[in-house]
């Protein structure tokens, strides 16, 4: 079975400082995608990066970046000079192969981190 | 482009009504996925098509009835709901279902349905 667990229900900062969002998983297979998707206020997820389990490189967009850790179990996300348009959820789902599923994959999300950007 | 377009965007019926949620895609994708969503929480996976046919349905009560006429559309009929089922309908779509990069699921604005 898989598990995603986001600790962090909400957390407020000020524009333009920094943010991290925790994120650890839990899986048995050794073959798994990470993902990160936004949701803002008007309802639909956005999808922001997916992460497959054989590459530990750490990857920058922008403002955006992201650490993959195995030893850790951890798929965290740093906001850099947040902005209020940064407000939104933000879900992280893992997807790993599932018999019971059709033999398909699917995402399993974690509770979500609600983050608000204060100007 | 990765759009996914549902309709209508708001919904509001009563417990005898039967209503369609739509939901369409020219990705040329062909899984489709719903889920629904209480507040505050995650999404969570009611029906997934396949190659226009039905894959996964996760135990949703038949008042939920899935359809997907073609591959770039999927409606989700709905009769007799209860208040309970107010929340927001989300469609997904991905290449496949297959791990990988064809999984990448692109979701709709969802329907924001409310049940009186």
């Known amino acids: 079975a898989q598990k995603v667990t986001q600790a962090q229900t909400e957390i407020s900062v000020v524009e333009k400082e920094d943010v991290t969002l925790d994120c650890v998983y839990e899986t048995r297979d050794t073959t798994y995608y990470l993902f990160w998707y936004k949701q803002p206020p008007s309802g639909e997820l956005v999808f922001l990066i997916r992460r497959n389990s054989f590459d530990e490189q750490n990857e920058i967009s922008g403002r955006y970046s992201w650490n993959f850790q195995k030893s850790t179990s951890s798929f965290n996300f740093t906001i850099t000079a947040s902005q209020v348009v940064d407000s939104a959820v933000y879900f992280c789902?893992?997807?790993?192969?599932?018999?019971?599923?059709?033999?398909?994959?699917?995402?399993?999300f974690g509770k979500g981190t609600k983050l608000s950007v204060i100007p | 482009d990765t759009e996914v377009t549902q309709t209508p965007k708001h919904l509001v019926m009563g417990m005898t009504n039967k209503k369609s949620l739509k939901c369409e895609q020219h990705?040329?994708?062909?899984?489709m996925y719903w889920y629904k969503q209480k507040a505050k929480k995650p999404p969570e996976l009611m029906f997934v098509y396949s190659y226009e046919k039905l894959s996964i349905n996760e135990s949703v009560p038949s008042r939920f009835s899935p359809e997907c006429p073609n591959s770039s559309l999927l409606n989700l009929h709905l009769h007799a709901l209860q208040p309970e089922d107010s929340a927001l309908y989300l469609c997904a779509s991905s290449q496949d279902l297959t791990g990988g990069a064809k999984n990448i699921q692109y979701f709709g604005a969802g329907t924001r349905l409310s049940v009186l």
């Open positions: 789902a893992l997807s790993a192969y599932s018999p019971s599923g059709a033999g398909s994959y699917q995402l399993t």
């Open positions: 990705m040329g994708h062909r899984a």
